[in-house]
């Protein structure tokens, strides 16, 4: 669960709810969901386990989860007061601990790669933002075309 903390969004150390996320998240070998909204592609859920990830088999048991957010601004919140230091910080620790439990989570803006985060996550300039291995802007272009898409709604 997220909850406010230090001045920030956070997962609790000890929420079962997400640990039981991560577990399942973890078990799953494959699949795929896809939702509309009015008759409308939304969201796309894809979960491969030993996908390829940056280019290489991931033959380690990694889980590749895909988030493709269709049409982005169905997930927008209107009242976010978070800065962006918060959520920088928040993302830091929620992908620590996709990485922990051997998870690569991708999220694409209308099938375009934008963020990784976690186990997969390559970051080479995006390292020196985020101050960690574990978050990869893959293209600086979607992921502010993201942020505006959340901001817009």
């Given at each position: 669960?997220?909850?406010?903390?230090?001045?920030?969004?956070?997962?609790?150390?000890?929420?079962?709810?997400?640990?039981?996320?991560?577990?399942?998240?973890?078990?799953?070998?494959?699949?795929?969901?896809?939702?509309?909204?009015?008759?409308?592609?939304?969201?796309?859920?894809?979960?491969?386990?030993?996908?390829?990830?940056?280019?290489?088999?991931?033959?380690?048991?990694?889980?590749?989860?895909?988030?493709?957010?269709?049409?982005?601004?169905?997930?927008?919140?209107?009242?976010?007061?978070?800065?962006?230091?918060?959520?920088?910080?928040?993302?830091?620790?929620?992908?620590?601990?996709?990485?922990?439990?051997?998870?690569?989570?991708?999220?694409?803006?209308?099938?375009?790669?934008?963020?990784?985060?976690?186990?997969?996550?390559?970051?080479?300039?995006?390292r020196i933002i985020t101050k960690s291995d574990d978050i990869q802007v893959?293209?600086?272009?979607?992921?502010?075309?993201?942020?505006?898409?959340?901001?817009?709604?």
């Amino acid at each position: 669960m997220i909850l406010f903390g230090r001045k920030h969004l956070h997962v609790s150390e000890t929420d079962e709810i997400v640990d039981s996320l991560y577990r399942l998240l973890g078990s799953i070998t494959s699949g795929s969901i896809k939702l509309d909204v009015a008759n409308q592609p939304a969201i796309k859920i894809k979960i491969n386990r030993n996908a390829l990830v940056d280019g290489h088999n991931e033959n380690n048991g990694t889980v590749v989860v895909q988030l493709d957010l269709l049409e982005p601004t169905y997930f927008s919140v209107s009242d976010d007061r978070t800065g962006i230091f918060d959520k920088l910080r928040t993302a830091t620790e929620f992908a620590q601990k996709l990485t922990d439990n051997g998870i690569t989570f991708s999220l694409l803006r209308k099938g375009k790669e934008a963020i990784t985060l976690g186990e997969g996550a390559r970051p080479s300039l995006s390292r020196i933002i985020t101050k960690s291995d574990d978050i990869q802007v893959d293209s600086l272009k979607e992921s502010v075309k993201l942020k505006n898409d959340f901001d817009d709604a």
